[in-house]
């Protein structure tokens, strides 16, 4: 069973900048070999997908909404995904979620099997 936690969220200024990490550890389905998705939830709103990024590194994809602010990115030797996320807005705002795609699209929640606690990120307008 693979385990993802999540790190790196905090309170940031408008337009400020933050990475977060998405570690994996645990039994089961080997680092390298999945992609790793990233969702956010803001209070009383759905969870939507945010970026994604392949079991290579070689694909990426991005919500409109975070498109030219956001970067996705994996170091397999540290089991560790990152999301970098600048130019942050208070719509940004959120409890940010990884997880281990499993098949199918990467927008749906659907398509993963593995899901960590998230990261609260608060940013102040």
């Known amino acids: 069973q693979v385990q993802l936690v999540e790190s790196g969220g905090g309170l940031v200024q408008a337009g400020g900048s933050l990475r977060l990490s998405c570690t994996a550890s645990g039994s089961g389905r080997t680092f390298g070999t999945y992609g790793i998705g990233w969702f956010r939830q803001a209070p009383m709103k759905e969870r939507e997908f945010v970026a994604a990024?392949?079991?290579?590194?070689?694909?990426?994809v991005y919500a409109d909404s975070v498109r030219d602010r956001c970067v996705v990115s994996r170091d397999t030797a540290k089991k560790t995904v990152y999301l970098q996320l600048n130019s942050l807005k208070p719509e940004d705002a959120a409890i940010y979620f990884c997880?281990?795609?499993?098949?199918?699209?990467?927008?749906?929640?659907?398509?993963?099997?593995?899901w960590g606690q998230g990261t609260q990120v608060t940013v102040s307008s």
């Open positions: 997880a281990a795609h499993r098949d199918g699209s990467w927008w749906y929640t659907s398509s993963y099997n593995s």
């Open positions: 990024i392949n079991w290579n590194a070689e694909g990426t």
